[in-house]
């Protein structure tokens, strides 16, 4: 699976920003498991979010949690992170990954994603 990810660039803080990761030619994104990472300079990557198979399979980390969601556009074969409220701390290359599901009823960031999205810049800054 290979993906197209779209939606990075600057805002200042309290601005909203979506973010898109479609899959590219004959890529089918809607039976797989959905992560969203990020990466600031120096610092190690984190687990943002995840949405599983079905769209209420969503899961947040706490420093995220309010202001961004997550959801597919099935017929569109994309996923999108939604963010709001947007702070410095946010400031980062968010990447999407994808995997089978590990589990059936929730997504979990841990575990290895195997495929990976080429990652957009977000920089939020006054």
């Known amino acids: 699976v290979q993906f197209v990810q779209s939606g990075g660039t600057l805002l200042e803080p309290g601005g909203s920003l979506d973010l898109s990761c479609a899959a590219s030619g004959s890529g089918w994104l809607n039976g797989y498991e959905i992560g969203w990472y990020r990466q600031a300079p120096l610092q190690e990557r984190e687990g943002v979010s995840c949405i599983g198979r079905g769209p209420d399979i969503t899961y947040f980390a706490d420093s995220v949690k309010g202001r961004f969601t997550i959801s597919r556009d099935y017929n569109g074969n994309t996923v999108y992170l939604q963010m709001n409220n947007l702070k410095h701390e946010d400031t980062a290359v968010y990447f999407c990954?994808?995997?089978?599901?590990?589990?059936?009823?929730?997504?979990?960031?841990?575990?290895?994603?195997?495929?990976w999205g080429q990652g957009t810049q977000v920089t939020v800054s006054s």
């Open positions: 990954a994808a995997r089978n599901p590990v589990y059936d009823s929730i997504c979990v960031l841990q575990y290895q994603y195997d495929y």
